[in-house]
């Protein structure tokens, strides 16, 4: 599993992307002031511009791409002010979107196929478009010798960052010369998806040689790529770094996600977030401190250390009042350090996972799975079909994932050593309602009222068979609505008996929902579909890592360092406040919190850190159990082996 010993664990992530219309860039720039206002903040590591989107350098050049107002060579003296605080600098060099390239070699941009260029359109001014440059092009050329330069100039460098490096389909000259190279056609949709994928692969391929040539052990990071790629990309890689800005088109769900499909692939970790209110480039945009130290959090509770973006103003001037901020939540990063840098997570539930692109319903399954299982406190991974997922108590296989044979095999074995199996089964009968009731038995409903409970999508009628357990039936509506038989406002009402037709049973050490469950929860947010998945994980998992007496919206994470087992508690609440937009502006306390929680060995000691205050507790039967009577914010509580 992932280590994080050798990151830089407060890591400020500096943009500087500099239009050439802007006056006097760097004039302002204060090398210890800007250095100081870092130190201070607690900051260990600085990413910083050698190219920017514009396609301007930074440093001292016979370029004519160094930005036409730079006063002087900002990145050295950026450099130089740093090191000499110990703080780490690696640089920052933008791919695919580079201005001046584009508007310099204007057939160096990607085409689309209908003939259009990639990327920001003419007369276009808006946020987040860029023209596009194409990798099969001499710009890959001119992309090296920037490569070579920066080594040349600043190494040894402390890492480099390439930005922008999607798989990016074009049909310009180059592109489909090299498709034909390659026995693509480039008239296939599918074909030049192949070839970009093919593409990214090979100029990676090409700057990872080059810079190993000229320097050894560079932290190397590709960003913008899916980071279900990771597994056969690690040859590039050294590190994965998670970028997820909340007010951004990420959302608050985005990291929780993909975070814990990358904790797996063995690779340290970064959480990347931001300080604007909404996404890069927010100037004047400043996030409250709890929001902040939410995201830091939560990245330290699945071992990951913490990136900050931030963008420099053009004059150079650091801005201090960005960095008190950042600051307070860094001072706790420094101290919660110790009880994540070694920490691996223990292995619970394992979720099989499908790259968005790949189903259209996977984002909303992926979605389901994390806001139920983060709300019933269980531990979680999401993991590739390929993976060894048999090392798992249970494995959830949602709708979206392809039932092949081979797959079939593996569950089947799965089960028949005794592995736990939650699986969606809609390849049967489809139902012909659209909406359907689920009638629980009296064990299978929790706090739930005995009532019958809507479910808002689709399923499959599926029977049960001699020595099922079922824990939920379906109850069927009169009739589907349409245009000339309905009833009031919305879906049907229920019939007063139930179908013979399942929601969910447990056959063995299977459980079979009939319903798309997990998509279901992520769109309606409808308690019954959360209480399936709890009635089904009771039953397959009897005795969790963890069982947490508090409410739903506390966010648990074990994880283990040696001699010690680990949970963090996060207690935040994201808060709709615009149309599109969710904000955390304080934390939300808990109170009188109850854990009890699996351990391996006896327990001389639970400690709050890093507090390094003692909770009494009880332990019996291979668990420990204790109280803890308000949690506000960040909480790690470390049991302690005796």
Same mark, same amino acid.
């Given at each position: ?7 830089s ?5 500096l ?10 860039v ?47 060579p ?36 990607a ?26 092009s ?22 480099l ?23 693509l ?41 899916p980071?279900?790629?990771?597994p056969?990309e ?7 770094e ?27 970790l ?54 008190e ?6 001072r ?5 350090e ?45 993991? +590739?079909? $390929?993976?060894?997922?048999? /090392?798992?108590?249970?494995? !959830?296989?949602?709708?979206?994932? @392809? *039932?092949?044979? &081979? ?54 009628? +599926?029977? $049960?068979?001699?020595?099922d /357990?079922?824990?939920?039936? !379906?109850?069927?509506?009169?009739? @589907? *609505?349409?245009? &000339? ?15 013979p ?38 039953? +397959? ?16 994470v ?13 207690s935040?609440?994201p ?42 507790f ?12 308000w ?10 082996e005796?």
């Amino acid at each position: 599993m992932t280590q994080a010993s050798n990151l830089s664990f407060r890591q400020i992530h500096l943009d500087f992307h500099t239009g050439p219309a802007i006056p006097d860039v760097g004039d302002h720039f204060d090398a210890e002031r800007f250095a100081d206002t870092l130190a201070a903040a607690k900051v260990d590591s600085v990413t910083l511009f050698a190219k920017c989107h514009h396609g301007h350098i930074y440093y001292e050049s016979g370029s004519p791409a160094r930005h036409p107002s730079l006063s002087r060579p900002l990145l050295e003296e950026q450099i130089a002010a740093l090191r000499a605080r110990n703080i780490r600098t690696p640089i920052y060099l933008s791919v695919q979107c580079d201005e001046f390239a584009a508007n310099t070699h204007p057939d160096w941009i990607a085409v689309n196929p209908d003939g259009t260029r990639v990327g920001r359109k003419p007369f276009s001014n808006a946020p987040y478009a860029w023209q596009i440059l194409d990798m099969a092009s001499p710009y890959s050329d001119y992309l090296s010798g920037q490569v070579s330069e920066v080594l040349e100039r600043f190494g040894p460098v402390d890492g480099l960052f390439f930005d922008m490096c999607w798989d990016q389909p074009s049909v310009s000259k180059w592109a489909l010369a090299l498709m034909r190279e390659w026995d693509l056609d480039p008239e296939d949709e599918a074909h030049r998806a192949q070839y970009a994928h093919r593409l990214a692969h090979q100029y990676m391929e090409r700057y990872t040689t080059q810079i190993v040539a000229q320097q050894r052990d560079v932290p190397l990071w590709f960003n913008s790529r899916p980071l279900s790629c990771v597994p056969e990309e690690k040859r590039f890689l050294t590190h994965v770094e998670v970028e997820a800005l909340p007010g951004g088109f990420w959302g608050y769900m985005y990291f929780p996600i993909h975070i814990r499909l990358v904790k797996n692939f063995g690779l340290p970790l970064i959480g990347m977030t931001g300080r604007f209110h909404k996404s890069w480039a927010d100037f004047g945009g400043l996030r409250a401190g709890p929001s902040l130290l939410h995201d830091c959090a939560q990245a330290l509770a699945h071992g990951a250390a913490c990136s900050v973006g931030d963008q420099l103003h053009p004059s150079g001037r650091i801005d201090r009042a960005v960095y008190e901020v950042i600051g307070e939540v860094y001072r706790h990063v420094k101290r919660c350090e110790p009880w994540v840098r070694e920490a691996v997570p223990p292995k619970e539930i394992a979720v099989l996972f499908r790259d968005p692109a790949a189903h259209s319903q996977a984002a909303l399954v992926h979605e389901g799975v994390t806001r139920a299982l983060t709300q019933l406190h269980y531990q979680f991974v999401f993991l +590739l079909v $390929e993976d060894r997922w048999e /090392e798992y108590p249970l494995v !959830i296989i949602p709708e979206t994932i @392809e *039932r092949t044979e &081979d797959l079939n095999r593996r569950m089947e074995a799965c089960i028949s050593a005794g592995g736990g199996i939650l699986s969606e089964e809609l390849g049967g009968e489809p139902s012909p309602f659209t909406h359907t009731y689920l009638r629980f038995t009296a064990d299978a409903r929790g706090s739930l009222p005995d009532t019958d409970h809507v479910f808002y999508e689709r399923g499959a009628r +599926l029977e $049960e068979r001699p020595g099922d /357990e079922v824990f939920a039936r !379906i109850v069927e509506p009169y009739f @589907e *609505r349409s245009w &000339d038989r309905f009833c009031s406002h919305a879906q049907t009402p229920s019939k007063p008996d139930a179908s013979p037709f399942v929601a969910a049973l447990l056959r063995g050490t299977h459980a079979v929902f009939a319903l798309p469950v997990f998509r279901a929860y992520a769109k309606h947010a409808n308690l019954a579909c959360r209480q399936l998945i709890a009635s089904a994980i009771q039953r +397959l998992l009897p005795a969790p890592l963890l069982r947490l007496g508090g409410p739903s919206y506390l966010e648990a994470v074990v994880s283990d360092i040696p001699r010690e087992r680990i949970v963090h508690l996060l207690s935040f609440v994201p808060q709709k406040r615009t149309a599109d937009m969710e904000v955390i502006e304080e934390a939300v306390p808990a109170r009188a919190v109850t854990l009890d929680l699996k351990v391996s060995s006896p327990v001389r000691k639970v400690v709050l850190q890093p507090q390094e205050k003692s909770v009494a507790f009880e332990q019996s039967g291979g668990r420990v159990r204790f109280t803890l009577d308000w949690v506000e914010g960040h909480q790690i509580v470390v049991a302690e082996e005796a």
